[in-house]
């Protein structure tokens, strides 16, 4: 049984990985807490990956968040994210690690890149203001895992999701996504009767949604892939993958279905002083697609099944 390193087993995205992993049979996986080990911390990663020696390694970890903290703490979305992947990458390599998966994230592309986006749009253009920092870290971290790939031979592989959302998400009222920022506000508003609810921004910038479980399932798809059907359907400096689900809906149309999963009735406004973000982010799925893998689970299903989570666990996310 092969030895499988998960990087942020704790998070949504490594959470779904991890049930996704057991589901699967596999019994040997190594996870780590923060606690017992800081991705930052050079000299603890290698001791821990000299002593561990994984077969397999997923890099699920990073400091993620919304539109307000990437504005709020830019010096932290970039230090942070370019020190937890080339510590893991580097590492892996020195334990002999050949085979290795790590997570992006759709804010790679440029602010004004043709939709749907493109594998090929990288580096093409400006990258959006708001979030810059974390996308300048994403992007190295696939520059990381192509380079070790051309130099030594690894099998270093990227996926980027689009917008996630699911069990485990990140309900802070500051901190979170628009999805979950969105749940708690309508949840919050229909036990506080609120009258209206205000969303930022004009509401119309678009967004594409994925339930964290399809992502799990399709970064384990990208992960067995044999080498030869990876490389043939990649390039050495253009390897990375999109995933998503190939549609998208406007803010406020999420905001009207988080109301009505949630039973609000009041009115929905919006705040035009608040920033947008970029005005479209729609994932070009065709290369996933054309290797056998697509997305299986709804926004409406997946907005239910998230709701719920979120009732069973609200206590939770109670300031």
């Known amino acids: 049984m092969r030895k499988i390193y998960l990087a942020g087993h704790r998070g949504m995205v490594g959470g779904a990985i991890l049930r996704a992993l057991q589901s699967c049979g596999e019994t040997n996986i190594i996870t780590r807490t923060h606690v017992e080990l800081d991705l930052t911390d050079q000299v603890a990663v290698r001791t821990f990956m000299q002593a561990e020696r994984p077969d397999v390694v997923i890099l699920a970890a990073a400091k993620v968040g919304g539109i307000m903290a990437n504005n709020s703490y830019p010096a932290d979305f970039i230090y942070q994210n370019l020190m937890i992947e080339a510590n893991v990458i580097h590492q892996a390599y020195a334990a002999g690690v050949t085979r290795l998966l790590q997570l ?63 069990p485990g998400d990140n309900f802070h009222p500051e901190n979170s996504h628009v999805l979950p920022a969105l749940i708690r506000r309508f949840h ?41 059907d990876y490389e043939t359907n990649t390039q050495p400096m253009l390897s990375h993958i999109n995933v998503g689900s190939g549609t998208d809906i406007s803010i406020f149309e999420l905001a009207q279905k988080v109301a009505a999963v949630t039973g609000y009735k009041g009115r929905i406004v919006t705040d035009s002083t608040r920033p947008d973000g970029t005005p479209r982010k729609l ?37």
Not at 196 to 211: A, C, K, S
């Open 104 to 166: 992006g994230s759709s804010c790679i592309y440029p602010r004004a890149v043709p939709q749907p986006m493109r594998e090929d749009a990288l580096l093409t253009g400006v990258l959006e203001p708001t979030n810059e920092p974390y996308a300048i870290a994403k992007i190295a971290g696939i520059k990381l895992c192509e380079s070790y790939n051309r130099q030594y031979g690894t099998d270093y592989r990227s996926v980027m999701p689009t917008n996630l959302y699911g």
């Open 188 to 228: 919050e508003a229909v036990h506080s009767e609120t009258e209206e609810v205000m969303i930022w921004g004009t509401g119309t910038p678009r967004r594409e949604f994925l339930h964290v479980d399809d992502m799990a399932a399709a970064s384990l798809f990208v992960l067995d892939l044999p080498k030869a």
């Open 283 to 319: 994932m070009d799925v065709s290369r996933l697609a054309h290797m056998g893998w697509s997305a299986q689970i709804g926004l409406d299903q997946g907005l239910a099944e998230t709701y719920q989570w979120f009732l069973e666990n609200a206590d939770n996310y109670r300031r």
